[in-house]
């Protein structure tokens, strides 16, 4: 491990790894408490605090040099890097957070490979229902989201991707690409110009559970594999 990286692991892990699971779930309070009253400026710490945040809980609960928990370390600094873009107002800022996230998607479908999910002989029902929603929401909401229509195809194709590859992993994992789905589905509304009450709030909350049962999910599958 490199001596930066061991440095921030010795501070890391004087906190036991549920510390970091409730300063998470103090971050998603903070960062939903903003978005309810229009606190913008907050959000600019509560906001990309909660990829960070399952970051730190992940590097302690793992044992060092695991490349798959490395690789979807990298995952979670993308999704933060995508978390701060959102916070933007503006088309170049959100389809740079797009582009961040289907970095990350790429990279937590490569942890999953990594991890032993493939090949999926009897196990395609997952792969076949996540096409089906992936087609049908685009074919609705194309016509809506003008020149957004074809990045929005493209990273929602990774998005079911990486949450059909969940499913191969365990229960957690599976359900946090279920949740991820439904929280990109919800925002895809939004851009398109459907809105309903609490859809900012329905967003963040689903989109940082879907992250913590994704790292919690990873978290018990890497020993396994240590082990293997």
């Not at 609705?140 to 229509?149: E, H």
Request: aromatic share 8%; glycine share 8%.
């Amino acid at each position: 491990m490199n001596p930066p990286l061991m440095v921030i692991r010795s501070v890391l892990v004087r906190f036991p790894a549920r510390f970091w699971l409730w300063a998470f779930a103090i971050a998603i309070a903070v960062d939903l408490a903003a978005i309810s009253l229009h606190l913008g400026e907050l959000r600019w710490a509560s906001k990309p605090a909660l990829a960070l945040l399952l970051l730190a809980h992940l590097i302690v609960a793992t044992p060092p040099g695991m490349r798959p928990a490395r690789l979807f370390g990298l995952g979670l600094l993308l999704a933060c890097a995508a978390d701060i873009a959102l916070l933007v107002d503006g088309t170049p800022a959100f389809l740079t957070g797009m582009g961040l996230f289907s970095l990350m998607q790429l990279t937590y479908i490569a942890v999953f490979i990594r991890s032993g999910v493939l090949p999926l002989r009897g196990r395609f029902l997952a792969p076949a229902c996540y096409l089906a929603v992936w087609s049908g929401a685009n074919i609705v909401l194309w016509p809506r989201l003008g020149d957004l229509a074809m990045p929005v195809a493209v990273y929602s194709l990774l998005l079911v991707a990486m949450a059909a590859a969940a499913t191969g992993l365990n229960r957690l994992a599976g359900l946090g690409g279920a949740l991820f789905v439904v929280s990109d589905l919800v925002l895809g509304l939004g851009v398109a110009g459907v809105d309903f009450p609490l859809q900012s709030q329905t967003v963040m909350a689903t989109y940082a559970a879907a992250q913590l049962l994704l790292v919690l999910g990873t978290v018990k599958a890497l020993p396994r594999k240590a082990a293997a």
